[in-house]
């Protein structure tokens, strides 16, 4: 009987111990992590290129079709003033890597012409001893992808260096454009690189062209003889005037539009019909390889950068007609991520933000459509230092069951702050050789705080500051001051349309006093405060004032990167695929799923 009784306990005590075993699994498989990885998350990254924060439904868009993104939204914390660093692409991006403002890493531009990396094949980048988010997060044992655009340059001293490769700024995997897309990635759009120099060096040309010619026609006339010699001279002249800048100009597509795997070219020139779908492949893949975390995966959309490269399937869905459906595809694409994300049970245990880098392109049109996006209720666009629609983005942060579901946040928050947050929540230590000018935004997003950390932001042009943003705390209202605005043509446009993006300064609009106003109350900067009708307006100008020396006290000499010799294009540090200038190859594999 005792060995009976005994029995039975045993019996007892060994199926509790599988019960409990399987609920523990369970839990792990429900949860998609365990405890010890509760510590540190997946992270996963969406940033849009020339997204308006007014093209989606989460930001009052009606009429525009968004339900991945906007289920985000619904599902997580939604911030109203995400402002980016900067509105070009470029210097917002090195800003969102690094946690700093671009002018210190030598990422911003004193030319108006020159504000982005113009060449794959210059010599200007993301300084190697600056330290990315994925580094940082590398060193904590993260796997790292970058899947999409770079736009941080490629190389310094020859071709195949690299210098400013993902792979050489904390990425474990690259696959994706080191460019940006162009019109000129298509052939059937009208070029839009420095346009209007392209215009006059046509022009230059040809009027070099007709000297020789000229100079043939007193001697053919019987007047006198020019000598052979001038004329040849002359000819060659034109000729080295003509090979000197069409080599770079004649073929962007050729030397820019390209997709690289890790270091190498896969294919040149790019086939922009595939690679939506070659992006969203392999974007799908790094989750699945890397499933067992911690990763952090940065998929940096093409969309909804001209020429709107749209698959066939979108086209025509939408009400604004090719924007639209590109808008809609991308949201399509986040959709398609979330769902691998739920597959694999990683939905509790990653951490996701999507957000665009900088405001949508106004003055982007063909005829009279509309190709770039809307701002919402924001003055001005892409390309304008200071005025909301250039800077204010969306900012949407999912991670169940740390962050609250339907939460709102209206305090001023900054690309910048991804930076010290990813920091934070993956334990990493951040650098303490140099400024960080982001903002850890854990307590905020979780409602442990109610006011942003930031009572400052500069928002520059280039190098220059246009407009500072006080975030007064002792009563929540918002200042904003703009030191230089540009003039818009037409003016009542808001844009300058004529120009195809603002410029920075020399024909711009300076203000002293600045220009002032109440965020808080006035986001769509209509209102404008003056002495007469704001008593604190001497007060909230001075006190400005007063953080503008600081802030520049701050500030150490850096190499420009966007120095005209940076810029230009330079033949020995063009990639290339095959033998220099005969460039090309097509290595991807361009067998898709027929659900991609």
Known sequence: MKNSVDNLIIFV?????WALISIYCLFWRVSGSNPAMNSRPNIVLFMADDLGIGDLGCYGNNTMSTPNIDRLAREGVKLTQHLAAASMCSPSRAAFLTGRY???????????MNRAILWLGGSGGLPANETTFAKML????YKTGLIGKWHQGLSCASRNDHCYHPLNHGFDYFFGMPFTLLNECQTTKTPETHRALRIKLWISSVALGLVPLLLLIPRFAGWFKVPWIVVIITALVASLFFTTWYSSYGFIRRWNCILMRNHEIIQQPMKEEKVTSLILKEALSFIEKNKQGPFLLFVSFLHVHIPLVTKEKFVGRSKYGLYGDNVEEMDWMVGKILDVIDKEYLRNNTLVYFTSDHGG???SQ???SQLGGWNGMYKGGKGM???????????IFRWPMILLAGGVINEPTSLMDIYPTLSYVAGAILPQDRVIDGKNLKPLLQGRVFRSAHEFLFHYCGIYL?????HQKDCGTVWKAHYVTPKFEPEEGRACYWSGLCPC???????????LFDISRDPSEEHLLTPENEGLFDAVIKKMEEAVKEHRRTLMPAPQQFSVFNTIWKPWLQPCCGTFPFCGCDKEDNTLPTHL
Do not use: A
């Not at 005590?13 to 111990?17: G, L, Q, T």
């Not at 230092?385 to 900012?395: A, H, K, L, N, S």
């Open 13 to 17: 005590y060994f199926r509790s111990c």
């Open 102 to 112: 671009p002018i210190r890493s030598g990422m911003s531009s004193s030319f108006n």
């Open 138 to 141: 590398k060193q904590r044992g």
């Open 361 to 363: 392109h106004l003055e």
């Open 366 to 368: 063909e005829g009279k």
């Open 385 to 395: 230092g200071g005025w909301e629609g250039g800077i204010r983005v969306p900012g």
């Open 466 to 470: 246009h407009t500072v943003r006080w």
């Open 505 to 515: 300064s020399g024909d711009v609009d300076y203000h002293d006093p600045p220009l």
